[in-house]
């Protein structure tokens, strides 16, 4: 349950005008979640496990003007265990107007990912951890990059008078000039489309996102970013399917320096079936890459493939007990990565408001 607020602000107008005071309706949400975490790391012989504890507190900010404009805004206290505190935390402003449709300024994201229809994949608190240079995608928006001083406009439902059709469209300004090791988005641009019908009993959802992102690194082959991704699901009563697949480059950041990503491609696929307050995720993905140093192509492939299944149970309103398995496989160059491939498992349990 979401607590509402009442936060009171007086703004004083310059050049001489009285002050005047508004009022802004506030909620806040967030989420606890304890539990133990364990894993098999193929480099190993002996399994670890420990406990696994995250939690998470948000402020939402939100008033209409007269003309029936919606703007709102947000800050994070705490972003699973990560403390936001200061301006890391706060959210860019959002416009809802009176049709449906909404405008975010400064820190929008990208349309890019946006409209993907959302394929299932197992939860809970589960992986494999170690630091890699396997450039190798798991996720279909592993290109979603921009500057944070940008828009990201989406339409209502139904755009354009077509039923089940959003659009979206965004853009983003760097201005930042980076050292020859280093990388970072300059301008970017994205869109993203999604369109839902009915085929006899089931709802059937295509997304996809189109990104192009400018590197401010003059001296990378590739652009920041540069891709496109598209999935589908398909829902009939409380089983829901889905696959999605994602291509393109890259300029990836890493923590001795930047490389590049060329022939990068992901593939996932999920299952997800409900029956009653027990649901059941079972997903995985398959991608590869290859990287080289700034201005180089790279020569052998990075692979990564994941395999998952979970069991959520809705214990109470508010509380969901989680039981999840993956197992992961990764190589970097064509040679396994050992220290990053191997079995993980989660029992716990969320808690939120």
Do not use: C, H
Request: aromatic fraction near 6%; glycine fraction near 14%.
């Amino acid at each position: 349950m979401k607590k509402e607020l009442l936060i009171a602000s007086a703004l004083t107008a310059s050049l001489g005008m009285a002050g005047v005071a508004e009022a802004a309706t506030a909620t806040m949400a967030g989420n606890a979640r304890s539990g133990v975490a364990g894993s098999d790391v193929d480099s190993t012989t002996n399994a670890t496990y420990g406990s696994s504890q995250q939690a998470s507190l948000t402020f939402s900010l939100s008033e209409t003007t007269d003309s029936g404009i919606k703007i709102a805004t947000g800050f994070n206290i705490q972003d699973e265990n990560t403390s936001d505190v200061g301006a890391s935390g706060a959210s860019g402003l959002t416009f809802t107007f009176t049709d449906g449709s909404t405008l975010d300024l400064v820190e929008a994201g990208n349309a890019y990912g946006g409209f993907l229809a959302s394929v299932p994949s197992a939860s809970g608190e589960t992986g494999v951890t170690g630091t890699t240079d396997n450039s190798a995608p798991s996720g279909l928006d592993f290109a979603d990059t921009s500057d944070n001083v940008g828009f990201d406009w989406r339409s209502a439902a139904d755009a354009f008078g077509i039923e089940g059709l959003k659009v979206g469209v965004s853009a983003a300004f760097g201005d930042d000039g980076d050292a020859s090791t280093t990388s970072t988005a300059e301008t970017s641009y994205s869109v993203g489309v999604s369109y839902a019908t009915t085929a006899g009993d089931s709802t059937i959802t295509v997304g996809g996102g189109f990104i192009n992102a400018s590197d401010s690194n003059t001296t990378t082959l590739n652009d920041k970013a540069d891709s496109v991704a598209i999935s589908g699901t398909a829902v009939t009563g409380d089983l829901t399917v889905g696959v999605g697949y994602a291509s393109g480059s890259t300029v990836r950041t890493r923590s001795a320096s930047a490389v590049e990503v060329d022939n990068a491609s992901v593939m996932t696929a999920g299952v997800k079936y409900v029956s009653g307050d027990i649901t059941f995720n079972v997903g995985l993905a398959d991608g590869e890459a290859k990287d080289g140093a700034i201005n180089a192509n790279g020569a052998n492939t990075d692979t990564y493939e994941s395999l998952g299944a979970s069991i959520d149970y809705a214990v109470a309103s508010g509380v969901t007990a989680t039981l999840g398995y993956l197992d992961e496989s990764s190589a970097d160059e064509g040679t396994s990565a050992s220290a990053n491939s191997g079995s993980s498992w989660y029992i716990g349990a969320n808690v939120s408001f």
